[in-house]
Nanobody, 125 residues
Framework: QVQLVESGGGLVQAGDSLRLSCAAS????????MGWFRQAPGKEREFVAA????????YYGDSVKGRFTISRDNAKNTVYVHMDSLKPEDTAVYYC??????????????????WGQGTQVTVSS
C-alpha cells in the first residue's frame, strides 16, 4: 500500500522559513516525479514544485521560484520542500504527490496517482 505522509506544516510569520517533508513508502518510486501542490480555500489546486526521483531534476511553479527549494533523500525515501521568504499568500494546505507525468505537464495535478493527506501552512502578516 502506497503511503505519502506530509509533515512540517504550521503557523509562521511573513518572511519566515519552513520545511515540509513527505515520507514515501509502499513501492519503489524510481521513474516517478514527486510533487508538491497546495490548495487555499476557494482556490484551485496549485503546482508548487516537483523533482524527478532518478535524475533529481527540479521544476517550480512561477509563484514560488526563487523562494522554495525541493529536494529528496533517496536513502530515506523522503522529499522535502524548503520554503523561504514566506508570504501570507502562501497560506494553504500543502500536498505531496507521486506520479509519472511527462515533463511538460509536471505541474498538472491530475496526472499524479498517489497523494498524501496534506499539511496546513499558515503565514500571518
Amino acid at each position: 500500500q502506497v503511503q505519502l505522509v506530509e509533515s512540517g506544516g504550521g503557523l509562521v510569520q511573513a518572511g519566515d522559513s519552513l520545511r515540509l517533508s513527505c515520507a514515501a513508502s509502499g513501492r519503489t518510486f524510481s521513474g516517478y516525479a514527486m510533487g508538491w501542490f497546495r490548495q487555499a480555500p476557494g482556490k484551485e489546486r496549485e503546482f508548487v514544485a516537483a523533482i524527478n526521483w532518478n535524475s533529481g531534476s527540479t521544476y517550480y511553479g512561477d509563484s514560488v521560484k526563487g523562494r522554495f527549494t525541493i529536494s529528496r533523500d533517496n536513502a530515506k525515501n523522503t522529499v522535502y520542500v524548503h520554503m523561504d521568504s514566506l508570504k501570507p499568500e502562501d497560506t494553504a494546505v500543502y500536498y505531496c504527490a507521486a506520479g509519472q507525468p511527462p515533463v511538460p505537464a509536471v505541474g498538472v495535478y491530475n496526472l499524479y496517482k498517489y497523494w498524501g493527506q496534506g499539511t496546513q501552512v499558515t503565514v500571518s502578516s
